[in-house]
């Protein structure tokens, strides 16, 4: 079935999405920091054969709108996804979150429990604090955009590959083009800076202890961004969870074992 692509309106945000609908459960795709839909473009189409998928560019990102007036906080993306649920009528659906986007669906998962049938998280974020106030305070400055400009672009794109991947063979040009499509954006830097300043930090293990939806973690063993110790952390907080690690694999698992994540999704959805 053929992936289908636009661009709808949730809170009053232009929101690019992802989507292959049909009569099977729903399941949405979380993408993590400065990434987008792309991340998950090799299991998508896996993933339709069981499911019906929905992934979200988050706004900020991709080909979402760069919003101003947007609130680039966790508890925010939350309900934002919640609101993308009910544009296209999905009461509950299966969670997945990839990196940042682990602690989106966390955050649904707390604040709006009802709509979660089980939640998936790949290679997710954990345990961050939020900013310093001095880093904050900086943030209004006006060379400030510059500077995130001059962070983000100092490795090139290849590079930022390279760090994330395990098997640095799969890097394609195409890959390259999608992941540099947002830095030429000056708004893009903008809605970075706003994300300093509106994340909250991660949610903490108290938070983490009280979610009790059933949880599969998927980790690359050989992840340089976020690392295993993570995965294992949450594992143990997080008390009706399993961890599945991959050898030879970084952090975009979603690109190095498509199959096997797919295969561990369906069969622990079905459980």
């Not at 998508?44 to 979402?64: C, K, M, Q, T």
């Not at 599969?216 to 399993?242: A, N, Y």
Request: aromatic content about 10%; hydrophobic content about 40%; glycine content about 4%.
């Amino acid at each position: 079935m053929k992936v289908q692509k636009e661009t709808v309106q949730v809170m009053n945000v232009d929101l690019y999405c992802e989507h292959v609908f049909n009569e099977k459960p729903p399941i949405v795709l979380i993408h993590g920091f400065l990434s987008s839909t792309y991340t998950f473009n090799k299991v998508i189409p896996l993933l339709a054969e069981y499911f019906s998928v929905l992934a979200i560019d988050l706004p900020g990102f991709g080909r979402s709108e760069k919003s101003k007036k947007f609130r680039y906080s966790f508890e925010n993306y939350a309900k934002l996804v919640t609101h993308c649920m009910d544009h296209f009528n999905i009461d509950q659906a299966f969670l997945v979150g990839h990196s940042m986007g682990g602690q989106i669906v966390l955050n649904v998962a707390k604040n709006y429990q009802e709509r979660v049938r089980k939640l998936v998280l790949l290679n997710s974020s954990g345990y961050l604090k939020r900013a310093n106030r001095l880093f904050i305070w900086c943030s209004y400055l006006p060379f400030f955009p510059i500077y995130v400009h001059h962070h983000v672009n100092k490795h090139d794109v290849r590079q930022e590959l390279e760090n994330v991947l395990y098997d640095h063979s799969l890097i394609t040009d195409q890959m390259i083009t999608e992941y540099k499509r947002p830095l030429s954006d000056k708004l893009f830097y903008h809605s970075l800076i706003r994300l300093l300043r509106h994340r909250e930090g991660d949610l903490s293990s108290k938070d983490l202890q009280l979610i009790d939806h059933p949880s599969l973690i998927l980790w690359g063993k050989e992840d340089q961004v976020v690392s295993l110790r993570v995965g294992k952390r949450l594992h143990q907080e997080l008390k009706s969870s399993q961890l599945v690690v991959f050898e030879q694999a970084g952090h975009l698992i979603t690109e190095e074992k498509p199959m096997e994540i797919t295969r561990h999704i369906v069969e622990f959805t079905n459980r």
